[in-house]
T-cell receptor
Framework: ETGVTQTPRHLVMGMTNKKSLKCEQH?????MYWYKQSAKKPLELMFV???????ENNSVPSRFSPECPNSSHLFLHLHTLQPEDSALYLC???????????????FGPGTRLTVT | RKEVEQDPGPFNVPEGATVAFNCTYS??????FFWYRQDCRKEPKLLMS???SGNEDGRFTAQLNRASQYISLLIRDSKLSDSATYLC????????FGAGTTVTVRA
């Protein structure tokens, strides 16, 4: 399936590196999301964008910086990360959420990030 | 109390068996509910939305009990391919995910 794609699929980075995660959706959706999934823990919603505008930031540290140039693309810029940031980072998309966040989301395959 | 709680399992069942598990939620004002499945090292995929009257999709039945604040998922005639972690999602104007219930179907 190619509805939501993410690159890279795996990333190993040092604490002083700067890298970016990319997400692209081909579903015609207007809302996009970044999630963090750590082992044995629930998904943690990080950021929400609707029509390119950020609508939610769940107290995410500033070392994570999202960017949404249009409704189809979403980036997560990473810098000076910590080892505890190692996790699976998932992107998702859904229909327009102007009337409320949607529970019907389509996820990308994720980027497995390891911070050394 | 966690917003969404699930029994982590694992539920180990033989092929053909029926397995059921619940998810409890703390906010009585929650509006909508969903089940996702997540295979090992893969992304979550929407399995079904849970309607107030319950919802059935083939071998899968989801039910909502607002009085006791839980939703359930029942899988009939289990297949090997049903082995996965099932995530409960509750929408109360923000999405809350459970940590998942792992189901393993054995031959």
């Amino acid at each position: 399936e190619t509805g939501v794609t993410q690159t890279p699929r795996h990333l190993v980075m040092g604490m002083t590196n700067k890298k970016s995660l990319k997400c692209e959706q081909h579903l015609g959706h207007n809302a996009m999301y970044w999630y963090k999934q750590s082992a044995k823990k629930p998904l943690e919603l990080m950021f929400v964008y609707n029509f390119k505008e950020q609508t939610e930031n769940n107290s995410v540290p500033s070392r994570f910086s999202p960017e949404c140039p249009n409704s189809s693309h979403l980036f997560l810029h990473l810098h000076t990360l910590q080892p505890e940031d190692s996790a699976l980072y998932l992107c998702a998309s859904s229909q327009d959420i102007s009337s409320g966040i949607s529970g019907e989301q389509y996820f990308g395959p994720g980027t497995r990030l390891t911070v050394t | 109390r966690k917003e969404v709680e699930q029994d982590p399992g694992p539920f180990n069942v033989p092929e053909g068996a029926t397995v059921a598990f619940n998810c409890t939620y703390s906010n009585s004002a929650s509006q909508s509910f969903f089940w996702y499945r997540q295979d090992c090292r893969k992304e979550p995929k929407l399995l079904m939305s849970v309607y107030s009257s319950g919802n059935e999709d083939g071998r899968f039945t989801a039910q909502l009990n607002r009085a006791s604040q839980y939703i359930s998922l029942l899988i009939r005639d289990s297949k090997l391919s049903d082995s996965a972690t099932y995530l409960c999602v509750v929408n109360d104007y923000k999405l809350s995910f459970g940590a998942g219930t792992t189901v393993t179907v054995r031959a």
